[in-house]
Every structure is written in C-alpha cells, then in structure tokens.
C-alpha cells in the first residue's frame, strides 16, 4: 500500500504520521497496511448545492469500513454555482490544484470523490486524473422537484424564464421573488438537465461511479446506499489496483460524448470533457464532439431541452435506461469502476416505457449533440446546442448588435434606443477565457426587453461566454479565439452582417477578407490587466476554450510518486 509509505516506518518519521492520527482516536490495528481511502469533500456552505457532502461521507465511511479500509475524509476548494464572483469557471482549475497536491501528498491509497454542484465535477476529476489513483466518484444527487402554484419550477431554466416575464411586464417583482423558496425543495444540485446533472450522467458513463450515480435525488435514501457502496467499493479498487487512467479512455469519452447528446446535456460538458481527456492523456479534441455525436437523437425529455426534471428521470429509470437505449452506438466493452464493463452494470436495466426516455424509434429530436461551426468569425471553432435552440433560426442571416463587454451590455440591452430587431444578431465581446476573466455563463444574453414585450422569445447570439446548462436559446458560444486573445470577435462592429448556417457548420462574418484583415492588423494583441494573484496566473496559463480552457501547466499526469517526508 501506498500509505505504508507513511505508516509503515519504526522510525521517527512513521511516529509523527501515527501519532497525529491516534489524535483523533484512530487505533494502532488501523496502520497495518489496510487501504486508506480518501474522502475528498467538496461540502461547502458556500455551495449549497453540495451542502449534504458532510451527510453522504458518513455513509462513505461506513462502506470504508466495512471493507477493512480506513476512510479519512478531507475537506477541498469547493465551488458554488449561485454565489462565487466573478465566475466559477474562473475557480475550476484552481479546486482541482487543490485536490491533485492534497491527494499525492498525503498517505491515501485510494480516493472518493464527492462533488454536485457544476464546477465541483470536473474539478475533482480532473486533480484525480493528474494524480491516477484507483479513484471513484460520487455525486450529490439532484435537488426534489420544486412547485409554484402547481406548476413545476426547473432550476435555473425557471430563473431565465420568469425574469423575462418580469422585464415584460408580465410578472410582479413580489411574484418574482415569492418563486426563490419554491425552486430548490432540499439539498442537491439542479433539478434540470443542467451542467450538474450532465456531469452527474456523465461521471457515470465515464464509468467513473457506482450505476445509477447519475439521477437518483439527494435526499433519497438510496442516495445513502449509493454512498455506503461507493465506500465498499473504493476498497475493492486498491486491491486491484484499478487506477483512473485505465477508466478514463478513449472509448470512454466517446461513450461520454455520445450520451451528452441523447440526454440533451450542457454545452458545458464540452469544456469539462476537453480538460478531463487533456489531464488523463486521452487525445480529444472539439470536433469529436460532433463527428462523435452525428446521428445521436435526443432521448431524454428533460428541462431545458423537453419537458421534465431530474426526479422524473429517476423514475424513469435514468442513465442505465439511456444507455442500453442507444445500443450499439455505445462502446459497451469500456471498463467501469465496478469491475465490469459498461454493458455488464445496465444488463436488463431498460426502463418501464416511461415517456420521459424516449427509444432509437422514436426520440424527441432526430439530431441531438453540440455542432461545432467554423468560419472567419471563429476560425478554432465555436459550438451550439441545436436540441435546445429555435429550428427556424438555425439557418440565419442579421446584422451585428455589438456589446464590447458584459457592463457595456448591461447599460444598454434594455434601453429603449437600442438599435435592435427581432432578425438582429446579438454579439457579446470580452466574455471568453482570459478576457473577462473566467468565461462566465453569460452566452444566453437577454432579449432586449422592448423585444419581449414585442413577444420575441429567442433571438441569434454570440460570444466567447459559456452558458448555464440550464439555460436554451439559439447561442453560439465559446467562439475561439476568443475576442481578448485578439480573436475576429473583437473586429465585429454594430451593421456588420453575420450568417449563421448551423446544418453547413458554418459563423462567417460577411465583410471582404482584406476588410478582415485590417480590422484585426489595427488591432493588434489586446493587452490584459495585471490584478495579480491567482488571477493573473489564470489570465497567463489559460487555453482556448477549445482545449478545455485549463491551465497550460496543469495538463497530464503528474502520477501518485510518494515525496520524500519534510521531517
Ligand atoms: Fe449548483 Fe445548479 S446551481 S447545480
């Protein structure tokens, strides 16, 4: 065992890590080469998505230990959705610093995984990948179902929706803020098929987690079970020695990509996946996710993409039903953290005919997954979610609304005297990666509001933003370069004409190439702020979105090497 790197010593070095942990009364039988399981919690009252991790840990311990293991939870950066500034993209590479230096420097064999809310996921998974022990995951589960006046309220999605009816006139602010109680009913993370429950999926097609890890709700008791077999099994995989790296590959992220696309998940999931192959070593790259996922229809009926949340998933039978839905689309031979292969966790697992997860025969999209559009307007890509935009805007030609960054379009996206129209195309500027920084979830712009009183509900948008995985409109987003890094984004001015051509794959930026290039030879390279601190390493390291935007120094394995001890 690893942690006889630690224990296993007579001398006074083996004292001092012994001794501190008798501190809190683990006995001397505990040190005799058993596995030590880390419990790696991104509970946080700060993200309140994630606030029942210390709750579920307990249950880790308890699976810890009934296998002969040692759990030793501890505590990681956490990141929450509703609360963090500037963005929590911005804290994703920094969490998983964190977890990759707290996992190799000390005397753990093995590691769970806790994590919910959207950034927590990918966070966790991708310090582990650089680190490579046998590792297992465990998500939080989706929030109940929350209501107002009968109608259910899906996170996020509702926010978006009703704040519309407010700019519109069409919802009281009293109303407004009467909705805040009724849409997160308990613990848990979205309660739509946001980025949470994405990745939550995800994890377990990755075959990173337990089967069913990906819908069963928070606060149900078989949450609890899960947990508690989780903890069973982190042991078993240090006696096997199951590191991630034989879990997380190529095959795998095709499985991940594929189901993305039938259950409608966040565009989000892109950028997590490009990072996560990038620490694991698994080439992937942008165009994969729709080469990968052509063909794939959308399966589940979920909130933003359908109609249902997460609990109704659930019932449904969730992942394992989707993922013997797609059959033969799937690589069903990938090895999972059960031991078995993805197909042997779903044998039989087909679901009751709920209309909720839908069949090959009759999806609710033919077309489902991200497309990847290229063009002079974003010549390394940019990516749409058709499922979860208008059909009729999908092939589009308007003319430039520009917003130089996100106070430019606060000021003035509401104002009367906007230049605007229904066929207008709505452009945000300095809101990728290392511009704003940390590519915030404003892709979705809002309509103008003298627009939704006009009863315009979706318009074409553009930026170098992320969007809420929550959230649907025809938005194309993370253009590469992004405008900050001198990309032709930051050239478009107000009246330039852009045309959209989603089945073509293509976002050009109609003015003559020599137009083009003046525009961006005046240019130059867009000098950024020094703030300093973590900041302005993020500034300095970070990729394109189209490699994950992580940290440049942060890709790969760095592997478990023990240090030499400090004392
Ligand atoms: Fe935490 Fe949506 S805000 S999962």
């Given at each position: 065992m690893r942690s006889q790197e630690w224990f296993?010593?007579?001398?006074k070095t083996g004292f001092f890590h012994r001794s501190g942990l008798k501190?809190?009364?683990?006995?001397?039988?505990?040190?005799?080469?058993r596995p030590v399981i880390g419990i790696c919690n991104t509970w946080s009252q700060l993200a309140p998505c994630n606030a029942h991790l210390r709750d579920l840990a307990e249950y880790v311990a308890r699976g810890v230990y009934e296998a002969g293991g040692l759990p030793l939870e501890f505590p990681v950066t956490s990141l929450g959705e509703t609360l963090m500034?500037?963005?929590t993209m911005l804290y994703r590479n920094l969490a998983s610093m964190d977890v990759e230096e707290t996992i190799r420097a000390n005397p753990l064999d093995g590691v769970v995984l806790l994590a919910g809310c959207d950034k927590t996921t990918p966070a966790v998974l991708m310090g582990a990948a650089s680190v490579d022990l046998p590792t297992i995951l465990l998500s939080g589960g989706p929030t109940l179902t929350g209501r107002r006046n009968g109608v259910p309220l899906p996170s996020g999605t509702g926010t978006y929706t009703m704040y519309d009816d407010v700019r519109a006139g069409t919802m009281s602010s009293a109303e407004f803020v009467a909705a805040e109680a009724c849409?997160?009913?308990?613990?848990?993370?979205?309660?739509?098929?946001?980025t949470a429950s994405t990745m939550a999926s995800l994890v377990e097609t990755l075959g990173m987690?337990?089967?069913?890890?990906?819908?069963?709700?928070?606060?149900?008791?078989r949450r609890r079970t899960l947990a508690h077999d989780t903890g069973v099994r982190a042991v078993s995989l240090v006696h096997e020695q199951l590191a991630m790296s034989q879990i997380l590959t190529r095959e795998a992220f095709e499985n991940a990509i594929r189901v993305n696309a039938a259950i409608g998940g966040s565009t989000n999931a892109v950028i997590h996946l490009l990072a996560l192959a990038g620490r694991a070593e698994v080439p992937l790259e942008l165009a994969d996710f729709d080469a990968l996922a052509a063909?794939?229809?959308?399966l589940v009926d979920l909130v933003?993409?359908?109609?249902?949340l997460m609990e109704d998933f659930f019932d449904a039978g969730g992942v394992p039903v989707v993922l013997n839905a797609l059959g033969d689309l799937l690589h069903r031979d990938t090895l999972t953290v059960t031991g078995r292969t993805l197909g042997e966790n779903v044998t039989?697992?087909?679901?009751?005919?709920?209309?909720v997860i839908r069949t090959l025969d009759e999806p609710l999209k033919k077309d489902a997954g991200i497309a990847v559009l290229r063009g002079n307007l974003a010549p390394g890509g940019a990516i749409i979610k058709p499922s979860a935009a208008t059909e009729s805007l999908l092939v589009h030609r308007g003319q430039a609304v520009v917003f130089e960054d996100i106070d430019d379009l606060r000021t003035r996206i509401?104002?009367?005297?906007?230049?605007?129209?229904?066929?207008s195309v709505l452009v945000l500027k300095g809101a990728g990666p290392r511009g704003y920084p940390?590519?915030?979830?404003?892709?979705n712009l809002p309509i103008p509001a003298k627009l939704l009183r006009a009863g315009v509900t979706d318009m074409v948008r553009i930026s170098d933003a992320r969007m809420s995985g929550t959230a649907f409109g025809t938005v194309v987003l993370?253009?590469?370069?992004e405008s900050a890094a001198g990309g032709p984004l930051a050239v478009v001015r107000s009246g330039d004409w852009i045309e959209l051509d989603v089945p073509a794959r293509r976002l050009h930026l109609d003015i003559p190439d020599s137009e083009l290039a003046s525009r961006l030879a005046a240019l130059g390279t867009p000098k950024l702020p020094s703030p300093g601190g973590y900041t302005e390493l993020f500034q300095q390291h970070v990729t394109q979105a189209d490699t994950g935007?992580?940290?440049?120094?942060?890709?790969g394995r760095r592997g478990p090497e023990v240090a030499r001890a400090g004392h």
């Open positions: 296993g010593g007579s001398d501190a809190m009364g683990i006995p001397e039988r505990m040190f005799d080469g500034r500037p963005s849409m997160w009913r308990s613990n848990g993370s979205c309660n739509t098929m946001g987690a337990l089967t069913g890890n990906g819908a069963i709700p928070a606060v149900d008791a063909g794939v229809p959308l933003p993409s359908g109609k249902y039989g697992l087909t679901g009751w005919g709920s209309p509401d104002d009367p005297a906007l230049d605007v129209s229904a066929d940390g590519m915030p979830e404003m892709g993370h253009v590469v370069p935007a992580d940290l440049d120094f942060l890709r």
